[in-house]
């Protein structure tokens, strides 16, 4: 098979790691060209939005999966609209990386892929669009895999503790879902091989407050946690504070049972254990 990443983002370059070994072929677009050096002997190809090159064309055309992390924006989402026509031409295997986002606020109640969407902010609103637009544009063969929020290698609240930059944000009843990287990746590989499309949450099991998960990284460092803020009366920007508009609980039964995939860390606890001794934030 062949690999073609359209967004070779955290998420992205994290499954090429663990498996692009499964591909005979892998490459993966970046918006500044001046990036190639960073992804060592990985084929990459520019793409910002718009006029991609007659090679980045060729890429998917040929492509037998296309793994796609590009977000939407505010004209639709860039890589339908780019390569609409090259996408009518034959059939291939589609994941797309949306957000458990487009669920909208359900006061702390549990979700599923059932559950009817709620896009109240624009970005949402973007999401579901571009969700539907890659399942049209690979005419139902398109895995919908909605993310949690992502932390692993680099990317955790023992890195912002040990930074500086962590902060306990309290408000009432609210609740955050996340995943780890390496659960993702094994995920879109499932999705991948999965014989048709659909719609998958991809979260871990135990739905949290986010300030439980900065106690529990400074308890595994030996240090005090920041103190508490009211989520009312903190300084924080637009974009953060609307993160707080949404809490529900998600399932990911749906993942266990149809692509058979239980999360390596069920928990935000086994994942920071596990980075822990990895010698994150230290």
Same mark, same amino acid.
């Given at each position: 098979?062949?690999?073609?990443?359209?967004?070779?983002?955290?998420?992205?370059?994290?499954?090429?790691?663990?498996? *692009?070994?499964?591909?005979?072929?892998?490459?993966?677009?970046?918006?500044?060209? =001046?990036?190639?050096?960073?992804?060592?002997?990985? $084929?990459?190809?520019?793409?910002?939005?718009?006029?991609?090159?007659? $090679?980045?064309?060729?890429?998917?055309?040929?492509?037998?999966?296309?793994?796609?992390?590009?977000?939407? %924006?505010?004209? *639709?989402?860039? !890589?339908?609209?780019?390569?609409?026509?090259?996408?009518?031409?034959?059939?291939?295997?589609?994941?797309?990386?949306?957000?458990?986002?487009?669920?909208?606020?359900?006061?702390?109640? /549990?979700?599923? $892929? %059932?559950?009817?969407?709620?896009?109240?902010?624009?970005?949402?609103? &973007?999401?579901?669009?571009?969700?539907? !637009?890659?399942?049209?544009?690979?005419? %139902?063969? @398109?895995?919908?895999?909605?993310?949690? *929020?992502?932390?692993?290698?680099?990317?955790?609240?023992?890195?912002?503790?040990? @930074?500086?930059?962590?902060?306990?944000?309290?408000?009432?009843?609210?609740?955050?879902?996340? +995943?780890?990287?390496?659960? +993702?990746?094994? =995920? +879109?590989?499932? !999705?991948?091989?999965?014989?048709?499309?659909?719609? /998958?949450?991809?979260?871990?099991?135990?739905? !949290?407050?986010?300030?439980?998960? +900065?106690?529990?990284?400074?308890?595994?460092?030996?240090?005090?946690?920041?103190?508490? $803020?009211?989520?009312?009366?903190?300084? &924080?920007?637009?974009?953060?504070?609307?993160?707080?508009?949404?809490?529900?609980?998600?399932?990911?039964?749906?993942?266990?049972?149809?692509?058979?995939?239980?999360?390596?860390?069920?928990?935000?606890?086994?994942?920071?254990?596990?980075? /822990?001794?990895?010698?994150?934030?230290?």
């Amino acid at each position: 098979m062949r690999l073609f990443i359209l967004g070779l983002g955290y998420s992205a370059r994290h499954f090429v790691r663990q498996y *692009g070994g499964s591909f005979s072929h892998v490459a993966g677009t970046v918006r500044d060209p =001046a990036q190639r050096n960073d992804f060592g002997r990985l $084929e990459v190809h520019p793409f910002s939005g718009s006029r991609p090159s007659q $090679e980045t064309v060729q890429q998917v055309r040929d492509a037998d999966v296309l793994l796609v992390s590009i977000p939407p %924006g505010s004209a *639709g989402d860039p !890589a339908t609209t780019a390569f609409g026509d090259v996408l009518q031409e034959g059939r291939r295997k589609v994941v797309y990386l949306s957000t458990i986002g487009v669920y909208g606020d359900h006061g702390g109640a /549990w979700v599923d $892929e %059932g559950t009817p969407l709620q896009a109240v902010l624009d970005r949402t609103r &973007m999401r579901v669009a571009a969700e539907q !637009a890659w399942t049209d544009a690979a005419r %139902g063969d @398109a895995a919908i895999l909605r993310l949690a *929020g992502i932390y692993g290698p680099g990317r955790n609240a023992l890195v912002t503790l040990r @930074a500086g930059t962590a902060r306990r944000i309290i408000k009432p009843g609210q609740i955050f879902n996340r +995943i780890h990287v390496d659960d +993702i990746a094994s =995920a +879109i590989m499932a !999705a991948i091989r999965y014989p048709n499309g659909g719609t /998958w949450n991809v979260c871990d099991d135990e739905p !949290a407050p986010p300030q439980d998960v +900065i106690a529990y990284a400074a308890k595994l460092m030996g240090v005090a946690p920041p103190s508490e $803020e009211a989520f009312a009366t903190a300084e &924080m920007s637009a974009m953060a504070r609307s993160f707080y508009a949404s809490s529900a609980r998600v399932s990911n039964a749906k993942l266990k049972r149809e692509l058979g995939v239980s999360p390596a860390y069920p928990t935000y606890r086994h994942g920071l254990d596990a980075l /822990w001794r990895a010698g994150e934030g230290r």
